[in-house]
């Protein structure tokens, strides 16, 4: 038995033997992260070299040139617009004060405009009538300036040209009725004096009861105590 165990292993026939090196398992893993390594840049490279074969590269590049410079306008654009719009708000903001200040220009002529009306319907009294009289009162003015206040105007002109000065006195009276009774009042105790050189305009304020009903108003120009004109209005 022994003999034929021998001759087995001393003959053709006998089992087959391998060997091998024993290498450590972390000289193992190094090799195989070299391996891994070399094969990952070998493989970038050629990536890399394919994107030069291509052009690639050149494009991204070129777009990338491209890109800043549309960037760049588009701030410089952004720029001006903001300019623009400072400028724009600027002109605004003038014109609305303009605006204001030209409104209360409008409001003060307007208001002018209406006083030189006044003064015009007024002064329109001045033309000489046709009447041969040499001194008249062309205009009697009798307005309500407050609830027992009435304000008054004569014009006093002559009707003759170079006409001499005349000297004399006005007086105003306000008749009606006061309580159902007749009533008078004067704008002054006694009348005024009066120099008239071509014409004179006289204006006054005079008080009156609250309860009063002013009916007529008449002017008189007097003369050494003669009534020289008379002029009445009724209200």
Request: overall charge positive; glycine content about 8%; cysteine-free.
């Amino acid at each position: 038995m022994r003999l034929r165990l021998l001759r087995r292993r001393l003959t053709v026939s006998a089992p087959r033997m391998a060997i091998r090196s024993h290498t450590p398992w972390p000289l193992r893993w190094l090799l195989a992260a070299v391996v891994l390594g070399f094969s990952g840049a070998l493989a970038l490279w050629a990536f890399e070299f394919g994107k030069d074969i291509a052009g690639l590269d050149r494009n991204a590049k070129q777009e990338l040139d491209t890109l800043r410079s549309e960037v760049q306008q588009l701030r410089a654009d952004l720029g001006r617009a903001q300019s623009i719009a400072n400028t724009s708000e600027s002109l605004l903001t003038a014109e609305k004060a303009a605006q204001e200040q030209l409104s209360l220009q409008i409001k003060q002529l307007q208001t002018d405009n209406q006083t030189l009306r006044t003064d015009l319907g007024f002064f329109e009294r001045l033309i000489p009538g046709s009447g041969s009289d040499a001194l008249s009162i062309r205009g009697l003015q009798v307005e309500k300036v407050g609830e027992a206040q009435l304000k008054w105007q004569v014009l006093m002109i002559q009707a003759e040209k170079n006409a001499p000065e005349f000297k004399g006195q006005l007086e105003v009276s306000f008749t009606g009725t006061l309580d159902g009774k007749p009533w008078t009042a004067l704008q002054s105790p006694a009348p005024q004096p009066v120099l008239i050189k071509g014409y004179l305009r006289q204006e006054g304020l005079v008080d009156v009861p609250a309860q009063a009903v002013v009916k007529t108003v008449t002017a008189k120009i007097l003369q050494g105590g003669a009534v020289k004109v008379l002029h009445t209005i009724k209200l």
